[in-house]
């Protein structure tokens, strides 16, 4: 079974671009979160999309924004980039909320995002 | 949030040791989830231990949960190098109303050879 694909793996823009990182979940994973990790403030969650829907977002402004496809395959979408996005950007997929709690989720290698 | 807080917060120590790192949370949780990284890379799942359960095994990893004192602990035994990464641990918490999984800063472990 493949694992979650990222794409792309690095990445540089300029202050003011936007950006779009792409994930590809593990097959029948209808599940996709994204999170930021930086050194400083650790792995942040940003938002969780199930079935095309945004079930929880994370306390980012409105510059972060992403969907999910009827494939659950996601996009996360920065825009007005400013140096202090650069981080690692991580997509995780998962079978989602179950009886027993969050299912595991299975993290892609990240994208690299450096803003200058 | 529920989010666990991993202690230490670094630990170095020679091959063949065991590694215990420890976790705190706040509110009550369906499960307890242990992840490692590795430098740049994504989580990887290593174990995940239900709120009924005390104890779970896994190869060399063992995890403790203790639910009247909101902590876990992960045990690595017979440490290797390449066990060398960081530790998180993600409590889930009870109910449909989070959907998601929060991390603290984790216990970067060094494995010296």
């Known amino acids: 079974k493949a694992g979650v694909t990222q794409t792309p793996r690095y990445l540089i823009k300029t202050r003011g671009q936007q950006v779009t990182l792409s994930c590809s979940p593990i097959?029948?994973?209808?599940?996709v979160s994204w999170y930021q990790q930086t050194p400083g403030q650790g792995l942040q969650f940003l938002f969780e999309?199930?079935?095309?829907?945004?079930?929880n977002k994370g306390n980012f402004p409105g510059r972060f924004s992403g969907r999910q496809f009827s494939n659950s395959r996601s996009e996360m979408n920065v825009s007005t980039l400013e140096l202090g996005d650069s981080a690692l950007y991580l997509c995780?997929?998962?079978?989602?909320?179950?009886?027993?709690?969050?299912?595991?989720?299975?993290f892609g290698n990240g994208t690299r995002l450096t803003v200058t | 949030s529920q989010q666990g807080e991993e202690d230490p917060q670094a630990l170095s120590i020679q091959e063949g040791e065991n590694a215990t790192m420890n976790c705190s949370y706040k509110?009550?949780?369906?499960?307890l989830q242990w992840y490692r990284q590795n430098s740049g890379r994504g989580l990887v799942h290593l174990i995940l231990?239900?709120?009924?359960?005390r104890e779970k095994h896994s190869g060399r990893l063992r995890v403790t949960l203790d639910t009247s004192k909101k902590s876990s602990s992960l045990l690595i035994t017979a440490s290797r190098a390449a066990d060398t990464a960081s530790y998180f641990c993600?409590?889930?918490?009870?109910?449909?109303?989070?959907?998601?999984?929060?991390f603290g800063k984790g216990t970067l472990l060094t494995v010296n050879p």
């Open positions: 995780a997929s998962s079978l989602g909320q179950g009886a027993l709690g969050f299912s595991p989720l299975h």
């Open positions: 097959s029948g994973h209808r599940s």
């Open positions: 999309y199930f079935s095309e829907t945004q079930r």
């Open positions: 509110t009550s949780i369906n499960n």
């Open positions: 231990i239900r709120s009924n359960e």
């Open positions: 993600a409590p889930a918490g009870e109910g449909g109303s989070n959907y998601k999984l929060t």
